[in-house]
Nanobody, 114 residues
């Protein structure tokens, strides 16, 4: 499974960005998909995820601001990020679970200026 992420960029605080991550290769039987992020000097942390059935998970500090969604027909997961804060600045990585293995996409930089 190969994952291609896009949609990062520079935005002012309070702005919005939408990240996309498309799976290819052998995308059938993918179960959960989601996003981690890693800020400079910090560990990679889970941000949001969604199962093939549509159940979602969010880390507390993005609840109400971020929305994860998924298009199973396109094997694509999205992360809509609203009300962005400077502390959301990080490299965002998408992932997908398939048959007990986790696959990672390349990171996409999100920078929020104050």
């Amino acid at each position: 499974v190969q994952l291609q992420a896009s949609g990062g960029g520079l935005v002012q605080a309070g702005g919005s960005l939408r990240l996309s991550c498309a799976a290819s290769g052998s995308p059938f039987s993918i179960s959960a998909m989601g996003w981690f992020r890693q800020a400079p000097g910090e560990e990679r942390e889970s941000v949001a995820s969604i199962t093939s059935g549509g159940s979602t998970y969010y880390v507390d500090y993005v609840k109400g601001r971020f929305t994860v969604s998924r298009d199973n027909a396109k094997n694509t997961v999205y992360l809509q990020m609203n009300s962005l804060k400077p502390e959301d600045t990080a490299v965002y990585f998408c992932y997908a679970y398939k048959e007990r293995a986790r696959y990672w996409g390349q990171g996409t930089q999100v920078t929020v200026s104050s």
